[in-house]
């Protein structure tokens, strides 16, 4: 886990994505479940939240975790993540 500052070229990286983000999101069409930690310090959870409404597909789903940070199959409460993933695959097989 990485609790330092983040490289300048991942940054840029970050926020260009962050930028072409909206207008490339609604050409994904597939099923799309988006994990994330409430207390992420890396990604801020309104990314996550916007890019569920601008996403194309009609199967999209949130996850939200309280006090979970960037990594979330790397928290004490893991199992409950990958139970959640297995949970909506399983679903859509």
Same mark, same amino acid.
């Given at each position: 886990?990485?609790? /330092?500052?983040?490289? $300048?070229?991942? /940054?840029? $990286?970050?926020?260009?994505? /962050?930028? *072409?983000?909206?207008?490339? #999101?609604?050409? @994904? *069409? #597939?099923?799309? !479940?988006?994990?994330?930690? *409430? +207390?992420?310090? @890396?990604?801020?959870? %309104? /990314?996550?939240?916007? !890019?569920? %409404?601008?996403?194309?597909? $009609?199967?999209?789903? !949130?996850? %939200? ?11 004490? %409460?893991?199992?409950?993540? @990958? +139970? +959640?993933?297995? $949970?909506?695959? *399983?679903?859509?097989?």
């Amino acid at each position: 886990m990485h609790h /330092g500052r983040v490289p $300048a070229g991942i /940054g840029r $990286a970050l926020l260009q994505v /962050g930028e *072409t983000m909206p207008r490339r #999101a609604p050409a @994904l *069409t #597939a099923p799309l !479940l988006v994990l994330h930690g *409430t +207390d992420d310090r @890396l990604i801020p959870i %309104e /990314g996550s939240r916007r !890019l569920v %409404e601008c996403v194309g597909s $009609a199967d999209v789903q !949130l996850k %939200e975790y309280p006090g979970l940070y960037h990594e979330v199959f790397n928290e004490p %409460e893991r199992n409950q993540v @990958l +139970d +959640d993933v297995v $949970a909506w695959l *399983t679903e859509r097989l």
